[in-house]
């Protein structure tokens, strides 16, 4: 059985930082793609990063060169570091997995197919 647990979200202020944690169950991490997504109310859900389980990833425009992904292969946790945070990063974040197919890194909501129960950021001005 799949799970998918994040945490580390939080309170902080703008330029602060935070690390989110995934911790994953139930499949072979190392064959898995995984991806983090974001969603604030009233609009959908968005891509932020996909990992390739041949460690290749994939980050939006809106977080590149302020998020990095990396991971504890031992013990299965996922994470992502977000500095630089800003009012807008502010939603609650998903992880989700699916087995890898192919070259490319998956960023998509619909091509995932188990979801963590999320964790809120906030970020104030």
């Known amino acids: 059985q799949v799970q998918l647990v994040e945490s580390g979200g939080g309170s902080v202020q703008a330029g602060g930082s935070l690390r989110l944690s995934c911790a994953a169950s139930?499949?072979?991490?190392?064959?898995?793609?995984m991806g983090w997504f974001r969603q604030a109310p009233g609009k959908e859900r968005e891509g932020v990063a996909g990992?390739?389980?041949?460690?290749?990833?994939s980050f939006s425009d809106s977080v590149k060169g302020r998020f990095t992904n990396s991971e504890d292969s031992a013990k299965n946790i996922l994470y992502l570091k977000m500095n630089n945070l800003k009012p807008e990063d502010s939603a609650m974040y998903y992880c989700?997995?699916?087995?890898?197919?192919?070259?490319?890194?998956?960023?998509?909501?619909?091509?995932?197919?188990?979801w963590g129960q999320g964790t809120q950021v906030t970020v104030s001005s």
């Open positions: 989700a997995a699916r087995p890898c197919f192919g070259w490319s890194i998956p960023l998509l909501p619909g091509q995932y197919n188990y």
């Open positions: 139930g499949f072979i991490f190392s064959s898995y793609c």
């Open positions: 990992i390739h389980s041949d460690g290749r990833t």
